[in-house]
């Protein structure tokens, strides 16, 4: 049961890498093996997940911060819109085994 008294304090939630680590396991609970693997093979852990890509929106070329998240696999691909313009990207992310993120935008009409 969760305490709400007046004297019971949220944990201070902070978005670290040992959060993200975690969230990142959750999702590989189906397979027990390849959550293994991953651990070994995906540091997460570290802290050198990358969190954040600057990509050009390919309908009106601004660059745009985009927030990533390890959390979510190695390999992500989700459509996301341009805060600039609003047309909707294709947006393909894939980590490196340092952490490191591969990202492409493209238009969805490509
Ligand atoms: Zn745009």
Same mark, same amino acid.
């Given at each position: 049961?969760?305490?709400?008294?007046?004297?019971?304090?949220?944990?201070?939630?902070?978005?670290?890498?040992?959060?993200?680590?975690?969230?990142?396991?959750?999702?590989?609970?189906?397979?027990?093996?390849?959550?293994?693997?991953?651990?070994?093979?995906?540091?997460?852990?570290?802290?050198?997940?990358?969190? &954040?890509?600057?990509?050009? +929106?390919?309908?009106?070329?601004?660059? /745009?911060?985009?927030?990533?998240?390890? @959390?979510?696999?190695? =390999?992500?691909?989700?459509? &996301?819109?341009?805060?600039? +313009?609003?047309?909707?990207?294709?947006? /393909?992310?894939?980590?490196?085994?340092? @952490?490191?993120?591969? =990202?492409?935008?493209?238009?969805?009409?490509?």
């Amino acid at each position: 049961m969760h305490r709400e008294g007046p004297d019971y304090k949220m944990p201070r939630v902070r978005l670290n890498d040992e959060h993200l680590f975690r969230a990142f396991e959750s999702d590989g609970r189906d397979d027990p093996s390849l959550e293994a693997e991953l651990d070994e093979e995906f540091p997460l852990g570290d802290g050198t997940a990358e969190m &954040e890509a600057i990509v050009s +929106c390919p309908y009106c070329g601004e660059p /745009v911060t985009i927030a990533l998240d390890p @959390g979510g696999g190695m =390999v992500q691909d989700y459509v &996301e819109d341009c805060e600039v +313009c609003c047309q909707p990207w294709r947006v /393909v992310v894939a980590y490196r085994r340092d @952490g490191s993120a591969d =990202v492409s935008v493209q238009g969805l009409d490509q």
